[in-house]
């Protein structure tokens, strides 16, 4: 690998750790020391406000000590066993709690690694189970732009971001999209209303444009994550896209990586709309909390026996249903549901809410805050009024994190597309998070918006 000459060439070095630039050129990371609760300390002492749980994963906060001894009493019976040889009961009791938590229409839970690995088993199962029915013609599976469902190949190949697509889409097939609807930025003539029927109208015309028995499933997030922040949206289109679905024979998928397991109130996010339920879930991160890495695919009994009885699931990982991340995820689901911590993320979500738009108010930059529960996302611009982004150049949500990083506080970002659909930062806390933690994290958000405005007001003058 050939050093580049950037602020960061000083680390590239033979035998350093690859993962130094996976950030670009931006300031070099510090060193985490440790962690506990909603707090983080760096090597060199400085305390850390985690305002976003990671990347939205760390929802019972660092250190607990129930998930840490389910850790070690399972590691001194066995941490590894394979699937394919053996059952462990701690999978066995995970997918039971999870069962028992997603209600109707979800007796399977499929065991992996993470929140890509799910997007592609899901899409694997679902695939299987549609040949398993003498339907081999459907095969397309219908996405929204903007949309994310992971980094593995075939997660890219159903995530709307065309810069990905330009990069990779050449290594395999780029699904159709259909249009996101957004409730921030609309096309003349829309109301967050309209916008969203035409967008379920658009859904169901490219469904016949491809042909309908071609169409397989059609995947999203509920409520958005880094693709579309926070964005949730009118009751009425998630209802309509399950009728469209259901019409025309195309599996629902939903994507609750980051919405799943409890953040937004609910276990699952299709709680919200009873009307909607899909007909595949996807869970990862808040499942284990960032205790270990694990992902779900839940799946209907139905579904299931018709793939086994064909001949089986023609897919699978190494670390798939291992017995030390089921045990650590029971663990973290028991401490969510035995600490009420779904009615804390609704309580919580409500008033970071309405403290995060007093924000908004008295700010020149903050054009939209949106989210349900404690997933929720401030989206930054040049002009409130026009909506208007800030110039490239600004690297403004980057800037705004860095300041963050500076004032003991961590967001998360990430420019869709290179910010052609508007820039956010995500505001999720640890579903643990009290009011007083609330307030902190208003109070650092605002100094750190504060500064960035100021800097702003500077380059002008410049």
């Known amino acids: 690998m050939t050093e580049r000459k950037d602020s960061r060439s000083d680390t590239l070095k033979r035998g350093g750790p690859i993962q130094v630039f996976y950030t670009g050129d931006s300031k070099p990371l510090p060193s985490i020391e440790r962690a506990e609760g909603i707090y983080m300390w760096d090597s060199d002492g400085k305390k850390y406000f985690d305002g976003s749980s990671g990347p939205v994963t ?3 906060g660092h250190g607990n000590k129930r998930v840490i001894q389910a850790m070690i009493d399972q590691a001194n019976k066995v941490c590894f066993a394979s699937r394919v040889v053996f059952e462990n009961s701690p999978n066995q009791r995970l997918a039971e709690k999870l069962v028992e938590l997603c209600g109707p229409g979800f007796d399977q839970a499929f065991i992996v690694s993470g929140g890509s ?3 592609e088993a899901a899409i694997k199962l679902a695939r299987q189970y549609a040949v398993a029915k003498g339907q081999p013609e459907r095969k397309i599976v219908l996405a929204r732009n903007p949309g994310y469902h992971g980094s593995t190949l075939g997660a890219v190949s159903v995530s709307g971001d065309p810069e990905s697509d330009m990069v990779f889409g050449s290594m395999f097939r780029i699904m159709p999209k259909v249009p996101t609807p957004f409730s921030y930025r609309l096309p003349e003539n829309h109301d967050v209303d309209s916008y969203a029927r035409e967008c379920a109208r658009k ?3 490219i469904i016949l444009n491809e042909g309908s028995n071609n169409v397989l499933a059609f995947i999203i997030e509920t409520v958005g994550g880094l693709s579309t922040g926070g964005l949730v949206a009118p009751d009425h289109y998630y209802e309509s896209i399950r009728e469209i679905c259901s019409r025309y024979g195309v599996l629902l998928i939903h994507d609750d990586v980051m919405a799943g ?8 996010s299709c709680e919200h709309w009873p009307n909607a339920r899909p007909d595949l879930v996807t869970l990862a991160k808040g499942v284990a909390a960032g205790y270990t890495p694990i992902g779900v695919v839940m799946a209907s009994n139905e579904m299931v026996k018709t793939v086994v009885d064909s001949g089986g699931f023609l897919h699978g990982h190494t670390y798939s249903a291992n ?3 089921c045990a650590v995820a029971e663990a973290v689901v028991s401490e969510m549901i035995d600490n009420n911590l779904m009615d804390n993320a609704s309580t919580m979500g409500l008033y970071l809410m309405e403290k995060l738009k007093e924000v908004a108010h008295k700010s020149t930059i903050i054009g939209d805050v949106r989210g349900k529960g404690l997933l929720m996302a401030a989206e930054i611009v040049e002009n409130q009024e026009t909506k208007k982004m800030l110039p490239v150049s600004c690297r403004a949500v980057y800037r705004l994190v860095e300041i963050g990083i500076e004032n003991g506080l961590l967001l998360y970002t ?5 910010g052609v659909f508007g820039e956010w ?3 999720s806390p640890a579903l643990t998070v009290s009011k007083e933690e609330a307030d902190e994290l208003v109070r650092l958000f605002t100094k750190t918006i504060q500064i960035f405005e100021k800097e702003l ?3 002008t003058l410049i």
């Open 58 to 60: 760390t929802n019972l």
């Open 117 to 119: 690995e799910a997007t």
């Open 203 to 205: 859904f169901e015309e």
């Open 261 to 268: 397991a409890g953040r937004t109130g609910k276990f699952l």
């Open 323 to 325: 017995p030390l991340s």
């Open 414 to 418: 990430r420019k869709t597309a290179g």
């Open 425 to 427: 930062l995500m505001i």
């Open 457 to 459: 007001r500077l380059a």
